[in-house]
């Protein structure tokens, strides 16, 4: 073995070493987020499942508060509605449909933008709680048939259902995991849209 390759391999070994001593560790702190003794800042994609699918999300923990707190904060939103259907009728409801065309009800759709707040306390390193609320923002359209085919699409049209539209008060609540390094996964239920809360987090050291 040449003098070069052994150095090669020597290199690595020492530096890791020196890395894992506990002097230095203590200096640095954790090289990833342990949820009870470190101060980080984070980002992430989270969805509601089946209701929005795109997401956005925001967590700032730190160690210093309450041995490992912190704050979650997200926003969720659809990216298509029948509100922007070609075949949408406006100014006419549903019930009008019902009542006046006696139109047979096919399926029904929302849309949705939440945006929520929640607090985290960090149980163990690798796990944390969170609860909050949050706004929601729904609305709501039904699809009808017209046997005679004069409106929309073949017979099939949208209408606003300004009944079941409307702001409401969202309920949040799960547990988030560290699932490797800086890595985090967020799971939980809302109540509005209901839901299972879904989510992966960048956690960034600082």
């Known amino acids: ?10 290199v690595p ?3 890791a070493g020196v890395l894992s001593a506990p002097g230095l560790q203590a200096q640095q702190g954790p090289l990833y987020p342990d949820l009870r003794n470190a101060t980080f800042f984070g980002v992430g994609y989270v969805v509601n499942v089946p209701n929005t699918y795109v997401g956005f999300s925001a967590l700032a923990f730190s160690h210093r508060v ?24 406006p100014g006419v409801t549903a019930q009008e449909a019902e009542v006046l065309w006696a139109d047979a009800l096919g399926i029904e759709e929302s849309t949705y933008l939440s945006v929520n707040l929640a607090l985290v306390y960090a149980i163990t390193p690798e796990l944390g709680l969170y609860a909050g609320a ?28 300004p009944e079941d539209t409307g702001s409401r008060v969202n309920l949040l609540g799960g547990a988030l995991f560290r699932l490797h ?13 209901r839901g299972a809360m879904i989510g992966l987090t960048l956690a960034i050291p600082m």
């Open 13 to 15: 070994t020492f530096l």
């Open 134 to 161: 949050g706004y929601t923002n729904e609305e709501h359209y039904r699809e009808y048939y017209d046997n005679a085919m004069e409106r929309g699409n073949l017979g099939f049209y949208w209408v606003a259902d």
């Open 66 to 89: 309450l041995a490992g707190a912190g704050l979650y904060a997200d926003v969720k939103f659809s990216t298509s509605s029948p509100g922007d259907s070609p075949y949408l009728i």
């Open 181 to 193: 390094k800086n890595l985090l996964l967020a799971m939980g239920l809302e109540a509005q849209p």
């Open 1 to 10: 073995m040449t003098r070069a390759v052994r150095f090669s391999l020597t």
